[in-house]
C-alpha cells in the first residue's frame, strides 16, 4: 500500500449560503486546488448526504467535476448519512494508496437550509430505521436525548457537563473565520440565570437549544496525493497514517449495552492499529459533537479518557486549548456547524491547519498528531482517521 | 382484533430480532426467511426517554414523547410515550395504534402507557 | 395660520402609562435592557433602521423600510398613539420593537426589527411589547401580523396565535392574527422573561446614548440569492397544509 498525503485543503464558511450545491461545492475544491497548487486531478469523490432529496439534483459529482472543467476525471458521489465525508475521504485514500491515482479531490457539501428546519431535521432523520425508529417521529436530537439520559443516570453527567461542552466549543468558534456560530455564549446566560430557560429551552429532553449543532450549509475539500506527487508539490508532508471505519445496529435499541458506542471504539481502534498510534499520541482531535453529549462520549470510546470519565476530564479542561487533548479548537460542529455531507471533510480541514501550524489563535503548540471521529447515523457508521505531520 | 407488532424468531437457533433482518445477528444462516413470527410482548419497563420539542412537519401535535422500552422476554423497542411524567424504570404497558400520519397513510406502531 | 393646520393634522394623544425598564441575561451572559423610547431619541434610531432598508433577506427591507416610515411620522406627530421601546446591550441597540394603541382595550402590533441575531433579541423585545399592552395599558388583545417565515415561527407559533382573519390588519391590510390575554398568561412562564428595577448603572447606560450595534445584518452577497431558492424556504407552507387538513382555510 502507497502512502497517501493531504496536498491541499479549502473551505467556505459555514452559514446559511444562497449558492448552488454544485458551485459550494466548487469554492471549496478551488481554494483546495489553489492550495496544492494543481489544476487537474485523477478522481473526484464528492461527499454529500441530502442532494437528491433536499436540492432536487442528482449525480452531484458529475456536476461538480464539471463546473471545475476537472472533466475527464472519473467523479463519484459519496452518501453516507453524516458520515460521508469521512467515508469520501477512506475512498479517496484508497485509490491513492492502491496506486490507481496520483491525486484525488475530496469535498463534501451540504446545502440543507435551503428547507425550513424542521424539513432539515426529518431530513436527517431519514437515517434511523424506517419501520422501528422513523415512523415514530424519531429524530437525531430525540437518538441524542434518550442516549444522554442513560449516560447521566448511569455515569453521573449533567446539564452542566453538556453546557460546557456547548460553550467550550461555541467560544472556540470564535476563533475561527469559517465557523457558522460566531456569537459567545456563557453558562450565566445558558444554564443560570432566570433567562436560561427561555434563552435555552429543550429540544428534546434534557438535550437544549445549546446543545445541538445548528444547521449549516457549506463545502470542504481535501487533496490526497501520492508520496512522489506531495514531494513534487512541495506543501507540508501531513500524511494519512491510519483509516477504520466500523459499523453498528441500524436500530439503536438493538445494542446490548446501550451506553456503548462499539463503532466509534472499533473505528478508532483500528486506525490507531494502522497508524502504529496509541490515543496518548494525540496532540489536537475533532469528533463529532453533532450533540453535545457526543463529544463526551466519543472522547471515550477513542481511548482519551476512560469510559464514564469523559465529563471529568472536561471539567478539569483537558479538552480545551492548552490541555492535554484539545478537542474540537475549532469550533466543532456545534460552533463551525454541520452541513453534514461536508463535516467529515471540514474534520480532516482543521486537523491539516493545525499540523500545518496555521491555526492561528486556536493552534494547538508542536501539534504533530490528529484526529478525526466522523460519526454517521446514530452511531451506526464511524470513520476515524489519524492524521501525521512529517518533518 | 388487537394489533401486533411482531419480532422474528430464527428457526435454526430461536434467536428473536426486532425490527425485522433477512439473516440472522446469531447464527448468520443464510436460507431465505427462516423466522417465525412471534408476538412481542405488550408489558415492560421504560429504559430511557424524552420529549421532542422540534417535530418533522407531518406532525400536528406541539411536542412528542418517545422512549426505549424493555420488554418482558429482555427485548427492547422503541415507542411512542403518552405519559405525562415518564420516569426510568416505571412499568408501561403498549398498544398498537397510528404514530404517524401522512396525508393517506397510516403507520402502526406501539404507543407505550403507564401501566 | 400654518400654526392652526398643524394643529389639524396632529393627532391628540391618548393617555397611555409609561413601560417600567427591564433587563435580563442573554445567553451571551450580557444583560440586555429594554427601555422605552421617548420621541426625541428617535432620530438616533433611525440611523440605524436606515441601513437595513437594504438588506435584501429575512425581510429586513420590508420590515426595516415600514419601521422607518413609523418612526418617522411619529417623530414628525403624524402617527396615533404609538410607542418604541428599544433593546440595549451595553448600550448599543439590539432591537427595536414599536405599536399603538387602538382602543382602550385593543392593541396592535406594528414592528419587531432585531439589529443583533442569535440570541433572541428580538423575541426578547416582542415579549416585553406584549407585556407593555397587557400589563400595563390593560388591553384585552392585541392585533399581530407577521411579514417574516422568521416571525411567523416566533409569534404565530411560538404564542400559538388565534385567527382574526375577517379584521385587516394596518399593516397593509392583511389578515390578523390575535395574541389575547389568556394566552398570554400561558406563555408567561416559558416565553416572557426580565427583572425589575434595572440596577442604576446599567439603566444608566442605556439611557446615556443609543449607540450603534457593532454587527448589524448586512446585505446578502448576491441581491438576487433570496429568490433562488425553488422551494418555499419557510414552515408557511406547512401550516396551510396543516389548515388544509383541519377542514380548510376559508372558515378560518
Ligand atoms: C424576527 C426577528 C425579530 C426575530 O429575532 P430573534 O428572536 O432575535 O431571532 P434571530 O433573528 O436571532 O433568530 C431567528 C432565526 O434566525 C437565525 N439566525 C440567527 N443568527 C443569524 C444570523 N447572524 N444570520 C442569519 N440568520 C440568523 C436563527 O438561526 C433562527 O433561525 P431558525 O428560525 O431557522 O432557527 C428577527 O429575525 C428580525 O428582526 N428579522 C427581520 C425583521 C422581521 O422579520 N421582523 C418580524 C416581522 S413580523
Ligand atoms: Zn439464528
Known sequence: ?????????????????????????SYASMMALKDA??????????????????????????????????????????????????????????????????????????????VNGLEATDFVATLTHPIAEYIYGVTLPAHAAMFTRLYMDKYGVTERHLAMVGVKNQNAALNNEWAHLQQEISLEGILDSPEAMTNNPYVAEPLRFFDACPVSDGGAAIILVSEEKAKELGRPLIKISGVGQATDTHAVHEREEPTDLLAVRKAAADAFEMAGLTPDDVDVAELHDAFTILEIVESEEVGFFPKGEGHIALEKGETALGGKIPINVGGGLKGRGHPVGATG?????????????????????GANVGFTCNFGGFGNNVVCLTFEKEA | MAREIYAYKCRLCDTMHYPFRMVCKN????????????????????????????????????????????????????????????????????????????????YYGMVFRSA | MSVDLEKILRPIPAEMAPYEPKYMLLASGEAA???????????????HVEPLLHVERDYYDVVASRVYAELLSHYQYRFQDQYVLAVQVDGELAAIVNGRQVTPTLGLSLHTLALRR??????????????????????????????????????????????????PHELGGVPSWALTRELF?????????????????ILEKAM?????PSDPPTPALDPLSATRSKYDPTATALMVERWAMEGGMQDA
Not at chain 2, 417465525?36 to 412528542?64: A, I, M
Not at chain 3, 435592557?33 to 440611523?47: Q, S, T
Not at chain 3, 398568561?185 to 448603572?201: I, K, T
Open chain 1, 345 to 365: 471533510v471540514a474534520q480532516a480541514w482543521e486537523i491539516v491547519t493545525q499540523l500545518r501550524g496555521d491555526g492561528g489563535e486556536r493552534q494547538v503548540e
Open chain 3, 185 to 201: 398568561d400561558a406563555a408567561r412562564s416559558s416565553l416572557v422573561v426580565g427583572r425589575r428595577p434595572v440596577p442604576p448603572e
Open chain 3, 33 to 47: 435592557v429594554v427601555r422605552a423610547v421617548d420621541r426625541d431619541e428617535i432620530p438616533d434610531l433611525l440611523k
Open chain 3, 118 to 167: 442569535g440570541l433572541r433579541v428580538g423575541a426578547h423585545a416582542f415579549a416585553a411589547k406584549m407585556e407593555y399592552h397587557f400589563d400595563v395599558l390593560g388591553h384585552d388583545e392585541v392585533l399581530i401580523v407577521a411579514e417574516s417565515p422568521i416571525g411567523f415561527r416566533r409569534w404565530m407559533i411560538e404564542y400559538k396565535l388565534e385567527k382574526r382573519f375577517e379584521i
Open chain 1, 1 to 25: 500500500m502507497r502512502d497517501v498525503y493531504v496536498a491541499g485543503i479549502g473551505i467556505t464558511t459555514f452559514t446559511r449560503l444562497e449558492f448552488a450545491l454544485s458551485e459550494i461545492a
Open chain 3, 208 to 212: 446615556e446614548a443609543i449607540l450603534p
Open chain 2, 27 to 106: 447464527c448468520k444462516q443464510n436460507d431465505f426467511f427462516e423466522f417465525d413470527t412471534v408476538p412481542l410482548p405488550k408489558e415492560g419497563k421504560l429504559l430511557t426517554f424524552t420529549r421532542v420539542y422540534n417535530l418533522p412537519p407531518q406532525y400536528e401535535v406541539p411536542t412528542l414523547g418517545l422512549g426505549i422500552v424493555e420488554l418482558e422476554n429482555g427485548m427492547r423497542m422503541l415507542g411512542q410515550l403518552d405519559i405525562d411524567e415518564p420516569k426510568a424504570g416505571m412499568a408501561v404497558k403498549g398498544s398498537v395504534e397510528i404514530v404517524r400520519q401522512e396525508t393517506y397513510d397510516g
Open chain 1, 37 to 114: 497548487g494543481i489544476t487537474e486531478v485523477d478522481q473526484v469523490y464528492v461527499a454529500n448526504m441530502g442532494a437528491p432529496r433536499v436540492n432536487h439534483q442528482t449525480a452531484l459529482a458529475s456536476a461538480v467535476v464539471d463546473s471545475l472543467s476537472l472533466t475527464p476525471a472519473g467523479a463519484a458521489a459519496i452518501e453516507n448519512g453524516p458520515a460521508s465525508g469521512g467515508s469520501a475521504i477512506k475512498a479517496g485514500f484508497q485509490a491513492v494508496a492502491s496506486g490507481m491515482d496520483d491525486v484525488v479531490l475530496v469535498v463534501g457539501v451540504e446545502r440543507m437550509r435551503e
